[in-house]
């Protein structure tokens, strides 16, 4: 079992940054890739960034690549995602998801443990 608690959201202007922390329960969180997701108003919920268990890997949705990175810290069990150049149409409420296996998904089905989300609000 694994439960996940975000932070770090926030109302910012466009082009500034934020970033929001994941923290993991659990003894084997060094076994699960964990993933970032979003959802805007109205919309379905959108992946955003996987990191594989090590951090070897890491994926990211082509609308974020080169602006927001997702690390990791297994000692602390936490999870980060580093947003930069924010625009308005990251506005969303930001998941975090853990997946019981060492290889990283893009696919919202295969994540097993979701956190509450916190709120991210970019203005123009």
């Known amino acids: 079992q694994v439960q996940l608690v975000e932070s770090g959201g926030g109302l910012v202007q466009a082009g500034d940054s934020l970033r929001l922390s994941c923290a993991a329960s659990g003894r084997t969180f060094s076994s699960y890739a964990m993933g970032w997701f979003r959802q805007a108003p109205g919309k379905e919920r959108e992946f955003v960034a996987a990191i594989s268990w090590n951090g070897g890997n890491t994926y990211y949705t082509n609308s974020v690549k080169g602006r927001f990175t997702i690390s990791r810290n297994n000692a602390l069990n936490m999870v980060y995602l580093q947003m930069n150049s924010l625009q308005p149409e990251d506005t969303a409420v930001y998941y975090c998801?853990?997946?019981?296996?060492?290889?990283?998904?893009?696919?919202?089905?295969?994540?097993?443990?979701w956190g509450q989300g916190t709120q991210v609000t970019v203005s123009s």
């Open positions: 998801a853990a997946k019981a296996s060492r290889v990283i998904s893009t696919t919202r089905r295969e994540y097993d443990y």
